[in-house]
């Protein structure tokens, strides 16, 4: 698949009742790995699941070549993941981004597929085309961070809505963990942790609920 075919061979239709699990959990079983297993744990029994672990992926970084104010796609599509993993994300009725915070935004691999999809912005603003996916979808923000500031969460929330814009998605709820340096997530927590990626699920699949905690 040529870099120039790559955008234009996107489905124009989602799979419903799929969701795509975008982790950047630097390792299984730290906050974020468990985070996830916590929210997956209460999949509804009639959707299918996908993950993708971008630190287990080589996403090349946006260069601002501008290449893709030409060509449909981008031009380093051959030489990485991201076409594929974006032909995922394009293709899922749901998306869900689990990351860490790291220097109050994304970590390096999130940050890098994040930033190849700047050929959206391109695509709709300024070349004026339809976004792929005709459908508005939703998406859901899975976070931790070591302290108790509240502002690299504001970060995380805002740079996903911008992603989530270019997905033709909204970011319909978060659930954030902070101050996993010094409490981690105890005993005492579980509950609240299982309220939280209901949460999240109920958002997801009611267009009327986005429901904060
Ligand atoms: C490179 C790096 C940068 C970090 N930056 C922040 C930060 O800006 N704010 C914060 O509260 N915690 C920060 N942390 C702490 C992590 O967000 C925290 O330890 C989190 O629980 C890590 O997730 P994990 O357990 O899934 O690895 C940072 C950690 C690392 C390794």
Redesign the pocket.
Known sequence: MSAITATSEFSSEFQPQTLLLLSA???PH????RMEETFLAHTPHNITVERVNLFEEAILSCRDCKACRHIDGCVLDHQDSCAGILSRALGAQYLAVSS?????SYPAPLKAFCDRLQQYFTRKVLLGKPHPVLKRRRGVLLT????Q?PF?LQVMEKTTQMMFSCLNMDLAGTWAL?G??TAGLSQASDAQAHRQALRLWKNLQDPLANTQI
């Open positions: 959990a630097p390792k730290g906050f974020t790995g860490p915070i790291y220097f109050l931790c961070c070591g302290s500031d690299g902070s996993t340096d």
